[in-house]
């Protein structure tokens, strides 16, 4: 894949260096299997902050090219080293920020208990649309239920999902809200 997408990686990264500057990836801490972390790595989308020139949402401090990036998920395609680093898999839960780790329940983090993916079943059930615990829900899910057939669904899934342009964003975000915990607090044994 990472031959297949060089060329347009190439046009992409060029894209950028010339619209945003430097840099052109966007390397950030993520928890993956079994809550390691890891540097994922992404195309560039957003300016940096700049609280003099009022960038300091998301939704300000994205490009109108850090859009059509993320609306196609071609920003995602640096993550494929990644992949072939060992670091990820094609399909699995999302990586997610690692100071979310201490605020999982146990349930949610049982997402952990698979290796992290480019897609997975809460990309292809709503993606960014989900609410926080739908999205786990689906991961943990994905992570009891996971073979080959369903990864297999799982990217044909993707593609469609892609070309449709679904759940990019939650309503009133630039992507998704911020994970602040559970809402329903762990079980007392």
């Not at 003099?52 to 949402?57: D, H, K, V």
């Not at 196609?72 to 670091?87: A, F, K, M, Q, Y």
């Not at 990820?88 to 146990?106: A, D, E, I, N, T």
């Not at 669904?153 to 469609?160: F, L």
């Amino acid at each position: 894949m990472l031959v297949l997408t060089a060329p347009l990686q190439v046009a992409v990264a060029l894209a950028i260096l010339r619209r945003l500057g430097r840099p052109i990836i966007f390397r950030q801490q993520r928890a993956g299997y079994l809550g390691r972390t890891f540097t994922l790595f992404k195309f560039r989308t957003m300016l940096p902050p700049d609280p003099a020139r009022g960038l300091t949402a998301d939704a300000d401090r994205l490009t109108p090219l850090g859009l059509w990036l993320r609306r196609t998920s071609i920003d995602e395609l640096p993550s494929l080293w990644n992949v072939l680093r060992g670091e990820m898999s094609l399909v699995g839960p999302r990586p997610l920020l690692p100071h979310y780790l201490p605020l999982y329940s146990p349930a949610e983090a049982r997402r952990h208990e698979a290796p992290p993916g480019l897609t997975g079943l809460a990309q292809v059930s709503g993606r960014n649309a989900m609410s926080w615990q739908d999205r786990f829900a689906a991961d943990v899910d994905y992570v009891d239920r996971r073979s080959l057939k369903l990864d297999a669904w799982i990217v044909a899934r993707t593609v469609s999902a892609v070309i449709r342009r679904e759940g990019i964003n939650a309503p009133g975000e630039a992507t998704m809200p911020e994970f602040r915990g559970s809402l329903t607090p762990p079980e007392v044994p």
